[in-house]
């Protein structure tokens, strides 16, 4: 049988397409059976599989073209999602950004093959060997690894998460740098190897499927300030019409907690008013010194039932348990840009402008599993004895002002927020008693320099006005008429949150103007980065203990054989 050539690839890929939409549901797409039934040989060597038709790279940009991303993300196609590739001879292959997941290597040798950025999430693999082999910026999450064996091959900023197994698995000769196994059974782990420079970690919420721009150019600067990111999947396998269910009731048990609560400082604040005014005045002061916030009570609540019975919204734990497998190991939280927030973790109805993710397989439901894990994630950090620093941009900066109590506004009728767009923050008077570490400083001593441009892509926003704990320290005054916050800080509890996408000043070309770079303030970005970075090095100063915890990271450069006694071998335990 002759061997598939790259042009006869192509050709075949639409194929391919066809026949799996006759495999049947949960089976996978046998290969090497269908090339062979092609009159094709199943040895498949100098292959690019990272076509058009399997991922395409994306830059976003204004409508007319103004504003453009020199950074490009990429948007995968499930072509070659749930394939067994078991009975194929690979060698020398590129699948590099592919979405993989649910593929199946079975008894197999592959060598000299590129998987640099692709999705292998949901894989089987077993008595498999990889040989000289790129796994840098790859997913293996929820994947099931067993007798495989990793030979002279490349591991940077790896997620090997949520593995369902792992075991008799080896690297050996290998370069492991910032790959973090996180969450997944017990067999899954590796052997602490803390380097004396080991590089603080910032957990960042990711989409293996559809990365955005926020998160991509977030990991990027983290990566510029000497801080490694640590991918937390927001695409958690659920129940969805079971999850839904739970917020509901969680919504109606949070209102009626909320009114409790209200009705009770309401009646001791007439027992001390003069007058029906002087009562309302005394309720909304007392009533934002309690600290409660809708989300937060929302988690609260979801923990306490299921203390009391594990029965109890299982699916919003699972969940609180995912994000939580990952907060415990990492240095600080960055939450970045995204969808809408849904409203019933606010306590409001939906606005008919109010855009959520919906399922793939259930597209009548929205999909609120990114809620529930940036809602835990802020819940766990507020309730901290140490609170590790958070940072909050775009939507990440909404769901921590709305953890907080702030006003969230579902609609800003500003139609440009709707596309990427260039505004100036709007530095608030520093006050005496501001530290010198404060956004607030730093932004007004900024803005006596140069404007404080920043690029804005959102049609909601906040006032911080009702929020408890946080304090605005700049806002913008929308062509809808409404002024809201878009810095602001609590530095008691290590959060720091911006509206704006400060992030993107590092997508840049040195000595050009392309990309959003040079249409905003480096320095603005720098007033609320530094701080972040300045809290999360001494934060990670004041854990001394740290290098006590069970590892789940090689942070620092190494290369893995088993020979080597100076370097732990990544065998597991059996």
Same mark, same amino acid.
């Not at 304090?471 to 929308?478: K, L, P, V």
């Not at 103007?513 to 970005?525: D, I, K, L, T, V």
């Given at each position: 049988m002759p061997i598939l050539t790259q042009t006869e690839l192509q050709q075949l890929l639409d194929d391919i397409a066809e026949a799996k939409k006759n495999t049947p549901p949960g089976s996978k797409f046998p290969l090497a059976n269908y090339l062979k039934a092609k009159n094709y040989s199943p040895i498949l060597q100098d292959l690019d599989f990272a076509s058009e038709k399997t991922v395409k790279m994306t830059q976003l940009q204004r409508a007319d073209g103004s504003l453009s991303s020199l950074t490009t993300v990429p948007r995968r196609t499930d072509l070659l999602t749930n394939i067994d590739f078991s009975g194929c001879e690979l060698s020398n292959c590129n699948f590099n950004e592919c979405d993989l997941t649910g593929s199946v290597f079975y008894d197999q040798i592959i060598h000299n093959s590129s998987f640099n950025n692709a999705v292998l999430n949901h894989s089987s693999m077993q008595n498999v060997q990889f040989r000289e082999g790129q796994f840098n #910026?790859?997913? @293996? *999450?929820?994947? !099931?690894?067993?007798?495989?064996? @990793? /030979?002279?091959?490349l591991f940077l900023h790896t997620n090997l998460n949520y593995l369902k197994q792992f075991a008799q698995v080896n690297f050996d000769n290998c370069f492991i740098e910032r790959t973090s196994m996180l969450g997944g059974a017990k067999d899954a782990s590796f052997e602490q190897n803390y380097g004396k420079n080991k590089v603080a970690l910032i957990l960042l919420c990711w989409n293996d499927r559809v990365p955005l721009m926020s998160a991509t150019l977030a990991e990027k600067m983290l990566l510029e300030r000497g801080m490694s990111s640590v991918r937390m999947d927001i695409m958690a396998e659920v129940d969805a019409s079971q999850l839904d269910q739970e917020i509901n009731q969680l919504n109606l048990l949070t209102k009626n907690r909320i009114q409790q609560l209200k009705d009770e400082v309401l009646h001791k604040a007439q027992k001390r008013a003069k007058n029906e005014q002087d009562a309302a005045a005394l309720f909304a002061e007392e009533w934002k010194k309690q600290g409660i916030s809708f989300p937060l009570l929302m988690i609260q609540l979801m923990r306490e039932e299921n203390e009391k019975n594990t029965a109890a919204f299982p699916q919003m734990n699972a969940l609180y348990q995912h994000a939580k497998a990952v907060f415990d190991k990492v240095d600080g939280i960055m939450l970045t840009g995204g969808q809408d927030m849904d409203p019933r973790f606010y306590g409001e109805e939906r606005h008919p402008k109010t855009g959520l993710p919906t399922y793939a397989d259930h597209p009548e439901l929205s999909d609120p599993r990114r809620d529930v894990l940036e809602f835990s994630l802020v819940y766990m950090q507020q309730r901290a004895s140490a609170p590790k620093p958070l940072c909050g941009i775009c939507r990440g900066s909404q769901v921590i002002a709305a953890s907080y109590g702030a006003t969230i506004y579902q609609e800003l009728d500003s139609p440009e927020r709707r596309q990427y767009f260039v505004e100036t923050l709007q530095p608030k008077e520093v006050k005496p008693t501001a530290p010198l570490h404060s956004t607030s400083r730093h932004l007004v001593a900024t803005a006596d320099k140069e404007v404080l441009s920043a690029i804005f892509m959102h049609h909601q926003g906040y006032d911080l006005t009702k929020a408890h704990g946080l &304090?605005? +320290?700049?806002? +913008?005054? +929308?062509s809808g008429g409404k002024m809201i916050d878009v810095v602001g800080e609590n530095l008691a509890q290590n959060v720091t949150l911006v509206q704006a #996408?400060? &992030? $993107? $000043?590092?997508?840049? !070309? !040195?000595?050009?103007? %392309?990309? @959003?770079?040079? #249409?905003?303030?480096?320095? /603005? *970005?720098? /007033?609320? @980065?530094?701080?972040?970075?300045? %809290?999360?090095? /001494?934060? %990670?100063?004041?854990q001394v203990f740290s290098h006590s915890k069970s590892a789940g990271f090689f942070t620092t450069s190494s290369t893995t054989t088993d020979e080597d006694d100076n370097t732990p071998s990544v065998e597991s335990q059996p």
């Open positions: #910026h790859c997913s @293996f *999450a929820y994947s !099931e690894l067993a007798q495989v064996h @990793f /030979a002279d091959s &304090e605005a +320290t700049a806002s +913008t005054q +929308t #996408h400060l &992030e $993107y $000043y590092v997508d840049k !070309e !040195e000595g050009t103007q %392309r990309g @959003f770079a040079p #249409h905003m303030s480096a320095n /603005a *970005a720098d /007033a609320v @980065f530094q701080q972040f970075q300045t %809290r999360v090095l /001494a934060y %990670r100063n004041s």
